[in-house]
């Protein structure tokens, strides 16, 4: 019964010592841990973005698409580059189409491994992203494979893109030639 109550009464002295106030630390403490949450809270922001930009291309929504994009944002992808929301927005109904589909196209753009370093009000970004399509027999089907190179910044207190590349980096294998 010994060891019982004095494991306790050492889990209460622990509990206590942790509780106690620390005078020297204490503004250090929460200085540092406001910085940790606010990085925190940027890269969940820029997550947020990141899968609004996915959704957004994939119901063919290309003025919302353009709206994620700074003043001055970029996108530069196979399709060709624009810069500023009007020219990105012109860019994608030009050669996609701006057709809002609330259910979806059918096409998704899965996007994974984001690897995202904030630097106050910028930040970058690495994303690996994986473009899927119906198959001829309406299995999904991989298309494309690449990452994005991001550039981001917080405008107006929300975070926008200021620069995005999208490279594939594995294609699809030309058609064979027709007999």
């Known amino acids: 019964m010994r060891p019982i109550s004095f494991v306790l009464a050492i889990a209460m002295l622990a509990a206590i010592f942790a509780l106690a106030p620390a005078p020297s630390r204490a503004a250090v403490d929460v200085d540092a841990l406001a910085k940790r949450v606010q990085v925190l809270e940027d890269r969940e922001a820029i997550r947020a973005l990141i899968l609004a930009y996915g959704q957004a291309h994939d119901h063919r929504d290309y003025k919302t698409f353009a709206s994620l994009f700074a003043t001055n944002g970029e996108w530069v992808g196979g399709l060709g580059s624009a810069k500023g929301p009007d020219a990105i927005f ?13 259910n979806g196209s059918g096409t998704y753009h899965v996007l994974t491994n984001d690897q995202i370093e904030i630097h106050g009000d910028r ?27 991001d550039e981001f910044i917080r405008e107006n207190g929300a975070w926008k893109f200021l620069r995005r590349e999208a490279p594939a980096d594995i294609a699809p294998p030309p058609p064979p030639p027709k007999q």
């Open 123 to 149: 930040a970058s970004a690495v994303t690996k992203w994986i473009y899927i399509t119906p198959g001829p027999d309406n299995a999904p089907k991989l298309v494309y494979l690449g990452h994005y190179n």
């Open 90 to 102: 012109k860019l994608m109904d030009k050669t996609i189409g701006h057709n809002p589909q609330p």
